[in-house]
């Protein structure tokens, strides 16, 4: 079963036996690259977050989620 959406086409391969399934995506090589931005912004924006939880102003209890004598209290 083959869908096109816009002009990308995406392919059922197989359903799985653990209610999975394989698809292949053929992609524009416009949308390819809008696809690739998007996943490395994400990925920037993801770090960008989880950098906060080091920064002790924005992230009070940070000492408490790493120093084990925290925990022992």
Known sequence: MTETIG?????L???????????????????????TRL?????????IEDAKKLDPETYKDWHSDFDPEEHDR
């Open 7 to 11: 002009t990308s086409k995406v392919t």
């Open 13 to 35: 391969i197989r359903e799985n036996e653990d209610g999975s399934a394989d698809y292949q995506f053929n992609f524009s090589p416009e949308e390819l690259d809008a696809l």
């Open 39 to 47: 996943g490395i912004l994400t990925a920037i924006q993801a770090g």
